[in-house]
């Protein structure tokens, strides 16, 4: 995704090119999509969130949208995560939140401030990771 999505609205397909379809493998663990909005459904969200707890490779792999020009993910969360999981100690959460919103590059427009979009990436951080780790 990061080579795929290149701007606002811009991707790297060619003219001549056609996406048929797109695989991933399949992970154990729980999953989560959030987001900040005016409303439920059909509205530019003013935060989103994925999460996604690997428990075979003891990893969780977080993506922030509406806080960057493209897809951001949260790198150094992944890694604090990584590294608590990988020695079984419990994750930080107010610190794995803190490092999600660092990721975060969001700017102010009429749908909030940079300032609201990084603490709802915290917020939203927190509940997804701590909803992630309960459900096992």
Not at 40 to 61: F, K, S
Request: with cysteine; aromatic share 6%; proline share 4%.
């Amino acid at each position: 995704w990061n080579e795929f999505l290149i701007g606002p609205k811009r991707n790297a397909l060619k003219p001549d090119e056609l996406i048929t379809g797109a695989t991933w493998p399949a992970i154990k663990g729980a999953g989560s999509f959030s987001k900040v909005g005016t409303r439920n459904a059909m509205v530019i969200a003013v935060v989103g969130l994925c999460l996604v707890l690997d428990q075979e490779r003891r990893q969780i792999r977080v993506a922030l949208g509406s806080v960057g020009p493209t897809i951001i993910r949260a790198r150094d969360a992944e890694q604090l995560a990584g590294d608590a999981l990988s020695a079984g100690k419990p994750i930080d959460v107010a610190e794995f939140a803190e490092h999600v919103a660092g990721a975060a590059k969001p700017i102010d427009d009429v749908r909030g401030t940079a300032d609201y979009r990084r603490h709802a990436c915290r917020v939203l951080a927190a509940r997804a990771v701590n909803w992630a780790l309960s459900s096992g």
